[in-house]
């Protein structure tokens, strides 16, 4: 509904957009409450939001002064009093042309984030201040600041042009990405708002692989790699109180509908010779819906990883591949390689020295084990380390 008031009247009114979709909800909170919900509560949110659209603008003189005037031709047939105005694909439209503003290079990535929470995924301050570890008074500022730019900068709602495509959709594809991860290894003890930001990077995906202009092969492979991941949202969450380990998964709790999606994706993402950090994720991905624990899988994994690292060095990737020798070669070769990785405020790289120490020098795992425990940020990963640590 911010969308596409916003799309209608312009970002420089994005805060008049929130306003009135909050006095929508809070008008059906109220008429709800007593009248009890209506036949079709949907329809009854955009026709109220609507009204109140239309009698803002009106009562500001903007609507007749500003926006009339400069209506194009496609924009007169989608007026504010349309009944198509919050149609599926004028919705769709207009989350796109809201995604491709947020992800403007004036906004800072993390600020780019919050907006997409905030204005496509519909969270509350509370929640996206949850995800972030942080403060509602810190996450209002940054959102003001974000919103100030995209005034500043006077961007525009609109899709961009052929010919700019492709550098924008780099920019939309990450925050989709960075989106998901938020979810997936997320900081947060809440499960419920896990998953609830992996699921709003993947309808923001789905959004791009219907738009043909969008609908590329990295975004095939980025959508391959969500739903690979996703499929095991439910084994990773088994237990309650900590976090079940890849191996002590339940693979009857996979997925298997998202799995074979995500194969879907991935062979239409073998379009074209453009190999992104997409594809070779995805690719791992897929190999970790595959259970059995066989040679050809990790030393497959292992190049990947190898790949990865030429397209998109990070310490973190440095890290997996460092797993993935271990699986191949065994805990001495890629001991050296971790001790010169040291990230020492990295809780992962101290349970990776836990597991390659394990039946080498028992003290050293567990040190490293009670290092990880200390740097872990959330209960169920404690809970999870104190478990490993009891082991050795």
């Not at 040291?342 to 490293?368: I, M, Q, W």
Request: proline fraction near 3%; include cysteine; glycine fraction near 4%.
């Amino acid at each position: 509904m911010v969308a596409v008031i916003s799309s209608l009247f312009g970002l420089q009114h994005i805060e008049t957009a929130e306003d009135i979709v909050s006095e929508t909800f809070l008008q059906a909170a109220e008429s709800w409450g007593i009248k009890g919900l209506p036949p079709n509560p949907t329809a009854w949110l955009y026709t109220v939001a609507k009204q109140k659209t239309l009698y803002h603008f009106r009562r500001n003189k903007l609507f007749e002064k500003k926006i009339i005037p400069n209506l194009t031709a496609q924009q007169e047939q989608v007026t504010v009093t349309d009944e198509d105005l919050f149609s599926q694909e004028n919705i769709e439209d207009s989350q796109l042309q809201m995604l491709f503003a947020i992800c403007d290079p004036a906004i800072a990535s993390e600020a780019q984030i919050g907006l997409a929470l905030r204005v496509l995924c519909g969270f509350g301050i509370d929640e996206i201040a949850d995800a972030f570890l942080t403060n509602k008074e810190t996450i209002n500022k940054r959102l003001f600041r974000a919103k100030e730019k995209l005034r500043e900068s006077d961007v525009k709602m609109e899709l961009p042009p052929v010919t700019e495509i492709d550098k924008r959709l780099d920019s939309v594809l990450h925050i989709i990405y960075l989106l998901f991860n938020e979810g997936y290894y997320s900081k947060t003890q809440n499960q419920v708002l896990q998953k609830e930001l992996c699921f709003e990077a993947m309808h923001l995906g789905m959004l791009l692989t219907g738009w043909e202009r969008t609908n590329r092969p990295k975004t095939n492979a980025l959508m391959a790699l969500m739903c690979f991941h996703a499929s095991r949202l439910q084994a990773r969450e088994a237990n309650e109180e900590a976090l079940v380990l890849y191996e002590q998964q339940d693979e009857r709790l996979w997925d298997s509908a998202l799995i074979s999606q995500g194969r879907i994706f991935l062979d239409c993402s073998m379009q074209g010779t453009e190999l992104s950090s997409y594809h070779i994720e995805a690719r791992i991905a897929s190999w970790h819906c595959v259970k059995e624990d066989s040679a050809e899988k990790w030393t497959d994994i292992l190049q990947l990883y190898d790949q990865l690292l030429l397209i998109n060095y990070s310490p973190s990737v440095e890290l997996n591949r460092i797993f993935a020798l271990y699986k191949v070669k065994g805990p001495r070769e890629a001991l050296i390689e971790a001790e010169n990785l040291k990230l020492e405020n990295n809780h992962f790289y101290f349970l990776l020295l836990g597991e390659l120490y394990r039946n080498l020098d028992p003290e050293k795992a567990r040190s490293s084990l009670e290092r990880a425990y200390s740097l872990a940020r959330t209960q169920p990963e404690r809970k999870s380390i104190k478990e490993r640590i009891d082991t050795v």
